[in-house]
């Protein structure tokens, strides 16, 4: 499967977006999906996870409250809704699909598929 990643750029410290990835040649109702993100200098880190059904999530302490991961699996597609960005929030954003039976897995070893990040930078 692969995936593209996009909905990234540049936004003020408050504002909100909303990052998508598509999932082609495959169904991406045969995975669960995730968020991880890496900034300049640190280590890449979880950001948020989806199962396959879209009924179970989970989130980095840091964004609980802020953001939101979700699906639409008729669209092959898995969203990160980012409100209330702050200055820290910036880093390269790439999602990844993992084999359904690992849920909404935080664990970066668990996934099999990665698509290109996309840039999120949070001016202040």
């Known amino acids: 499967v692969q995936l593209q990643a996009s909905g990234g750029g540049l936004v003020q410290v408050g504002d909100s977006l909303r990052l998508s990835c598509t999932a082609y040649g495959s169904t991406f109702d045969n995975y669960g999906g995730g968020w991880f993100r890496q900034a300049p200098g640190k280590e890449q880190e979880f950001v948020a996870g989806i199962d396959w059904s879209g009924v179970g999530t989970s989130y980095a302490d840091s964004v609980k409250g802020r953001f939101t991961i979700s699906r639409d699996n008729a669209k092959n597609t898995v969203y990160l809704q980012m409100n209330n960005l702050?200055?820290?929030?910036?880093?390269?954003?790439?999602?990844?699909?993992?084999?359904?039976?690992?849920?909404?897995?935080?664990?970066?070893r668990h996934y099999s598929y990665w698509g290109r990040g996309t840039q999120v930078t949070v001016s202040s």
């Open 86 to 108: 702050k200055p820290e929030d910036t880093a390269l954003y790439s999602c990844a699909a993992a084999a359904s039976r690992w849920g909404s897995t935080s664990a970066r």
